[in-house]
């Protein structure tokens, strides 16, 4: 059987799923063709977390397979790790005419830098493919244009939730925000500030940092000085490791909150166990029958729980699947597919593993639930 080919491409962690025409005979093409959902994904050695996307969407691949009824074939590949470009990488997929949706970018910021490619607007939308972003949670991702869609809150409903915990939960009034200098941590912080403040609350002080570069322990004696009630921390997980040790090396003890990105400190509950964070799913607290299978399978695959990013790419993969095996693979049709979901006078709300998959007009996920988690020790 010839293989397919897929061009090199993929960094952050971008997942990609694809419907190709496979060739049948080993020498020859054959009439009969299959459609083939792929994937193309590399991992980043410096992020963590990110193999967990991957995850995720193989568990959805094995499981449309082992859901169709013949005719279609479901497969995954893996694209080398060597261009972390947004734009290449988009170009990349959208020019292939074998893609017909894809799953990333993991990050609002490679997101928003990809969004024009995959919408092809150079070329009037001609060669237009589908994205749905796991966990781009940027404000200026609503309605950017009708191509890109999303199955995580927002940081706008993100932050609203965490500053009423902060407020009415830990009776925090005073909050010190140390944010990623990055479209998430400067769209986070934003969101966050401005629900703090309308409920009494006062930001201390605002402050960015820049990844690899920050001296945290200058952060942690400012922090000393400054004594506010909570920090609240949209960045990273390695970042926010860092700041924790930092602040435990000079006598600091001011509880952190981190956004949805340091979901990843449950690796590091043992060391932090006080740290809270904003999650869009937990596997300890699932309780839908769909949640618990996914847990089980992907318990049972990789021998650890799924975390949010893997429940969240799981949907999003699933939601592409199930509308290439349903309409083809057509691009447009694909699209239209996906936008139909859970909106009046089209489909019913997709049952995801992280809570219900619906689109509003401006294709953001409706009625996702938000939780602010505490480390399980």
């Given at each position: 059987?010839?293989?397919?080919?897929?061009?090199?491409?993929?960094?952050?962690?971008?997942?990609?799923i694809?419907?190709?025409?496979?060739?049948?005979?080993?020498?020859?093409?054959?009439?009969?063709?299959?459609?083939?959902?792929?994937?193309?994904?590399?991992?980043?050695?410096?992020?963590?977390?990110?193999?967990?996307?991957?995850?995720?969407?193989?568990?959805?691949?094995?499981?449309?397979?082992?859901?169709?009824?013949?005719?279609?074939?479901?497969?995954?590949?893996?694209?080398?790790?060597?261009?972390?470009?947004?734009?290449?990488?988009?170009d990349?997929?959208?020019?292939?005419?074998?893609?017909?949706?894809?799953?990333?970018?993991?990050?609002?910021?490679?997101?928003?830098?990809?969004?024009?490619?995959?919408?092809?607007?150079?070329?009037?939308?001609?060669?237009?493919?589908?994205?749905?972003?796991p966990?781009?949670?940027?404000?200026?991702?609503?309605?950017?244009?009708?191509?890109?869609?999303?199955?995580?809150?927002s940081?706008?409903?993100?932050?609203?939730?965490?500053?009423?915990?902060?407020?009415?939960?830990?009776?925090?009034m005073?909050?010190?925000?140390?944010?990623?200098?990055?479209?998430?941590?400067?769209?986070?912080?934003?969101?966050?500030?401005?629900?703090y403040?309308?409920?009494k609350?006062?930001?201390?002080?605002?402050?960015?940092?820049?990844?690899?570069?920050?001296?945290?322990?200058?952060?942690?004696a400012?922090?000393?000085?400054?004594?506010?009630?909570?920090?609240?921390?949209?960045?990273?997980?390695?970042?926010?490791?860092?700041?924790?040790?930092?602040?435990?090396?000079?006598?600091?003890?001011?509880?952190?909150?981190?956004?949805?990105?340091?979901?990843?400190?449950?690796?590091?509950?043992?060391?932090?166990?006080?740290?809270?964070?904003?999650?869009?799913?937990?596997?300890?607290?699932?309780?839908?029958?769909?949640?618990?299978?996914?847990?089980?399978?992907?318990?049972?695959?990789?021998?650890?729980d799924?975390?949010?990013?893997?429940?969240?790419?799981?949907?999003?993969?699933?939601?592409?699947?199930?509308?290439?095996?349903?309409?083809?693979?057509?691009?447009a049709?694909?699209?239209?597919?996906?936008?139909?979901?859970?909106?009046s006078?089209?489909?019913?709300?997709?049952?995801?593993?992280?809570g219900?998959?619906?689109?509003?007009?401006?294709?953001?996920?409706?009625?996702?639930?938000?939780?602010?988690?505490?480390?399980?020790?």
């Amino acid at each position: 059987m010839n293989s397919i080919l897929l061009r090199p491409a993929v960094a952050a962690a971008v997942v990609t799923i694809l419907v190709a025409s496979v060739t049948v005979s080993s020498c020859s093409r054959s009439s009969a063709r299959a459609n083939t959902i792929g994937i193309a994904v590399a991992l980043d050695p410096h992020r963590a977390g990110m193999q967990s996307i991957y995850n995720g969407v193989q568990l959805a691949v094995d499981h449309l397979n082992g859901q169709r009824n013949g005719g279609t074939t479901i497969s995954m590949v893996k694209g080398a790790p060597d261009v972390s470009d947004p734009i290449r990488i988009a170009d990349t997929f959208r020019d292939d005419p074998s893609v017909i949706g894809v799953v990333g970018h993991p990050e609002s910021g490679t997101t928003l830098d990809a969004i024009g490619e995959y919408a092809d607007t150079k070329n009037g939308g001609r060669n237009a493919v589908v994205a749905i972003s796991p966990t781009g949670t940027s404000p200026a991702l609503s309605g950017a244009n009708r191509w890109l869609f999303r199955v995580c809150p927002s940081d706008l409903q993100t932050s609203r939730t965490m500053a009423r915990f902060l407020l009415d939960s830990l009776h925090a009034m005073r909050s010190s925000v140390i944010y990623r200098n990055d479209a998430y941590g400067k769209d986070w912080s934003k969101s966050f500030s401005d629900a703090y403040r309308e409920g009494k609350g006062v930001i201390l002080d605002r402050d960015p940092y820049l990844q690899g570069v920050t001296p945290w322990d200058a952060y942690a004696a400012y922090i000393k000085q400054l004594k506010p009630d909570v920090i609240l921390f949209p960045g990273s997980t390695e970042d926010a490791v860092d700041l924790l040790r930092a602040m435990r090396s000079v006598g600091v003890t001011i509880p952190l909150v981190g956004g949805d990105a340091t979901s990843g400190l449950e690796a590091n509950a043992a060391e932090f166990p006080n740290v809270r964070y904003a999650a869009f799913f937990l596997a300890r607290r699932a309780s839908t029958p769909e949640a618990l299978a996914f847990i089980a399978a992907y318990k049972a695959k990789y021998n650890e729980d799924p975390d949010q990013r893997a429940a969240l790419a799981y949907d999003a993969a699933t939601l592409i699947g199930r509308a290439a095996l349903e309409v083809g693979p057509d691009r447009a049709k694909v699209r239209d597919y996906i936008e139909s979901v859970g909106r009046s006078g089209g489909r019913a709300a997709m049952v995801g593993v992280a809570g219900p998959i619906a689109f509003d007009e401006k294709h953001d996920a409706v009625n996702k639930p938000v939780v602010v988690a505490r480390v399980a020790q």
